[in-house]
């Protein structure tokens, strides 16, 4: 039933936009309806906030995940692929390759780099 001049949802249009603009836009309808129980004991539906999140055209800003910027010792910012895939070495030393590892221990990120020869990885290859 349709009624003129009345909005039925007007009240939770302002209490979904207040929680939406309360935590910077960064919210989902799922989150929204989480801090609309937690921060004003309202209890609404979860399709019903996203069909009122849509009407009112917001939508959850995502945020971007941390990226490595990988510097080179040429001042670019990822180094020139050297090798191309040829992994093969036939003596030693003419060929190293090195991996970085990030660990998360309580608040400080630990770092492991391991060094390799690609001429001990060839023959060990080989003898399988």
């Known amino acids: 039933m349709k009624r003129k001049g009345v909005e039925r949802d007007q009240a939770a249009k302002e209490l979904i936009q ?17 801090f609309l129980l937690q921060d004003h004991g309202v209890w609404m ?3 019903k906030v996203l069909r009122i999140m849509q009407d009112l055209g917001i ?22 692929n050297i090798l ?3 992994f093969k070495a036939d003596a030693p030393n003419p060929k190293w390759v090195t991996d970085i590892t990030q660990y998360r221990v309580g608040e400080k990120w630990l770092y492991l780099s391991a060094v ?13």
């Open 18 to 34: 207040k929680v939406y603009e309360r935590y910077n836009g960064v919210l989902g309808y799922s989150r929204i309806q989480l």
């Open 45 to 47: 539906n979860h399709k």
């Open 59 to 80: 939508r959850s800003r995502i945020r971007r995940k941390h990226r490595c910027n990988y510097v080179s010792s040429e001042g670019g910012r990822v180094t020139k």
């Open 84 to 86: 191309k895939r040829d």
């Open 116 to 128: 390799k020869d690609l001429f001990n990885i060839t023959k060990l290859s080989l003898i399988k």
